[in-house]
T-cell receptor, first 111, second 118 residues
Framework: DGGITQSPKYLFRKEGQNVTLSCEQN?????MYWYRQDPGQGLRLIYY???????QKGDIAEGYSVSREKKESFPLTVTSAQKNPTAFYLC??????????FGQGTRLTVV | AQTVTQSQPEMSVQEAETVTLSCTYD???????LFWYKQPPSRQMILVIR??????QNATENRFSVNFQKAAKSFSLKISDSQLGDAAMYFC???????????????FGKGTKLSVKP
């Protein structure tokens, strides 16, 4: 079945540590997105990519980095520069103007 | 920049009754898409319904329908015959029809938590 797979489901990060969240899609979608969800805040855009080897900052990109080396993959790295990384992270993909498909999310907690 | 506002942080409805969730948005564009997404406790985002701004007819999907008022920039979701499985967070979202650059992104409201009482 086609879809988006995020891993891991739960992730724990120590202070000062970088961690990478995986997002893979087999929908052949060009565009991929990373959103952060905090209680009462809705979803906020971190980074997006509309084509391989190209990506753009969203509204809250500070402390995050991404890569898009393959069409299917759009990993997100939460760096030590992100001072408040505890949140729920959602990856999405879309084809043109059609609906976005979402992964099941990764819950990141700082310990 | 476009914004989406959901003014009801929480709503409650009795099973089998009807409930309406509100959403307003701000944009200077004339062509865009509006969506309602449902996020149950599993946190999987599920598309409920979609509306193209150029269509005057309100979208309907089974028990879900919208009241799209373009001039008022309002996009409410009506859930009829509410079921226990409808309990979830509901997010209203906007996407520009000018796909390219940042305008292909979904802009979300802060959500409305819907509870369904048996």
């Amino acid at each position: 079945d086609g879809g988006i797979t995020q891993s891991p489901k739960y992730l724990f990060r120590k202070e000062g540590q970088n961690v990478t969240l995986s997002c893979e899609q087999n929908l052949n979608h060009d565009a991929m997105y990373w959103y952060r969800q905090d209680p009462g805040q809705g979803l906020r855009l971190i980074y997006y990519s509309q084509i391989v080897n190209d990506f753009q900052k969203g509204d809250i990109a500070e402390g995050y980095s991404v890569s898009r080396e393959k069409k299917e993959s759009f990993p997100l790295t939460v760096t030590s520069a992100q001072k408040n990384p505890t949140a729920f992270y959602l990856c999405a993909s879309s084809a043109g103007q059609f609906k976005a498909f979402f992964g099941q999310g990764t819950r990141l907690t700082v310990v | 920049a476009q914004t989406v506002t959901q003014s009801q942080p929480e709503m409650s409805v009795q099973e089998a009754e009807t409930v309406t969730l509100s959403c307003t948005y701000d944009t200077s564009e004339s062509d865009y898409y509006l969506f309602w997404y449902k996020q149950p406790p599993s946190r999987q985002m599920i598309l409920v319904i979609r509306q193209e701004a150029y269509k005057q007819q309100n979208a309907t999907e089974n028990r879900f329908s919208v009241n799209f008022q373009k001039a008022a920039k309002s996009f409410s979701l009506k859930i009829s015959d509410s079921q226990l499985g409808d309990a979830a967070m509901y997010f209203c979202a906007y996407r520009s029809a000018n796909y390219g650059g940042s305008q292909g992104n979904l802009i979300f409201g802060k959500g409305t938590k819907l509870s369904v009482k048996p």
